[in-house]
């Protein structure tokens, strides 16, 4: 049984279909991170420093992919058929593969978002990207806000347009606390 934020990353994919094949796999990783950081061990402190950052990181990678795959099926389609290729070589990166600046984190501010004028080349997909956050975040946010209530102590989004973008989490400025501290992933 997938973990929770396998299921959240991952949703629940077909695995008859390749996009289904490869989210299957990622969530089977989260899950095998998952509980590696979570075993029972008796686990020195040396262990943790030095363990504990690259399975943090792992976890961060694989969910970070599997919202990719999600958003940009071609993408880790494209991957997998590159990687099943005779000519690929495990131990060499492959020029599209998934990197954090640019799939990830956007470029800078970006500039009249909106213009006619502006080609394809030059609208990022970035999940923490301008266009995605007006597109995508800043909507499921706002759809998202009737549901969910403040924990005590919190500030309420809730009450206006949600104005904080993903670039907002990159300052040192103020954190805001997200209006669902502890959103179910299961449908009603």
């Known amino acids: ?3 929770d934020l396998a299921r959240l990353a991952c949703g629940d994919p077909d695995t008859t279909s390749e996009l289904g094949q490869v989210l299957t796999h990622i ?8 509980q590696e950081i ?18 943090g990181r792992s976890l961060l990678d694989l969910s970070l992919t599997a919202l990719i795959a999600r958003f940009d099926p071609f993408r880790v389609l494209l991957i997998r058929e590159m990687q099943r290729s005779p000519e690929y ?28 004028e502006k080609s394809m080349d030059k609208v990022t997909r970035a999940l923490l990207g301008d266009y995605f956050d007006h597109v995508i975040w800043r909507p499921a946010c706002w759809t998202r806000r009737t549901h969910c209530q403040p924990a005590p102590g919190h500030r309420n989004y809730n009450s206006s347009q949600p ?13 805001p606390t997200l209006p669902c501290p502890k959103a179910s992933i299961t449908s009603s």
């Open 89 to 116: 070589q495990a131990g060499v990166r492959l020029k599209t593969a998934i990197q954090w600046q640019g799939d990830v984190l956007g470029e800078a501010k970006i500039l009249n978002l909106w213009s006619p």
């Open 27 to 34: 969530g089977t990783m989260i899950d095998t991170v998952m």
């Open 1 to 3: 049984m997938p973990t």
């Open 163 to 175: 104005s904080v973008s993903c670039r907002g989490f990159e300052s040192k400025s103020e954190r």
């Open 38 to 55: 979570t075993a029972p061990r008796d686990r020195s402190d040396k262990h943790v420093t030095l363990y504990g950052p690259f399975l």
